[in-house]
């Protein structure tokens, strides 16, 4: 059973930095896309940052210059360095894994991360 399991948000200041971390277990199969998306309260979910072997990372305007997606392939970890956090960051952050698997595609999520910027 694949899972992916979050770590690393929390409280903090406005100026400050988190990381987040998702790392996958299981038989995930060959990963194409990592991606993390966030969801204020009230918000639509929406699309932070992803990355694949053919197109590198994309990030939304809102994050860019801020945040980093990067990802460990021995570790089977991605990451989400935020830096210069501001309250609109407030939000529960999902790491998402797309894959094959044979001839299937699976699309995975995390549970969930809440981060919190006060001002």
């Known amino acids: 059973q694949v899972q992916l399991v979050e770590s690393g948000g929390g409280l903090v200041q406005a100026g400050g930095s988190l990381r987040l971390s998702c790392a996958a277990s299981?038989?995930?199969?060959?990963?194409?896309?990592v991606g993390w998306y966030r969801q204020a309260p009230g918000k639509q979910r929406e699309l932070v940052a992803d990355?694949?072997?053919?197109?590198?990372?994309n990030y939304a305007d809102s994050v860019k210059g801020r945040f980093t997606i990067s990802a460990d392939n021995a570790k089977n970890t991605v990451y989400l360095q935020m830096n210069s956090l501001i309250p609109e960051d407030t939000a529960v952050y999902y790491c998402?894994?797309?894959?094959?698997?044979?001839?299937?595609?699976?699309?995975?999520w995390g549970q969930g991360a809440q981060v919190t910027v006060s001002s």
């Open positions: 998402n894994v797309d894959a094959l698997r044979g001839t299937t595609k699976f699309h995975y």
């Open positions: 990355s694949t072997s053919a197109d590198g990372t």
């Open positions: 299981g038989n995930i199969g060959n990963i194409n896309r």
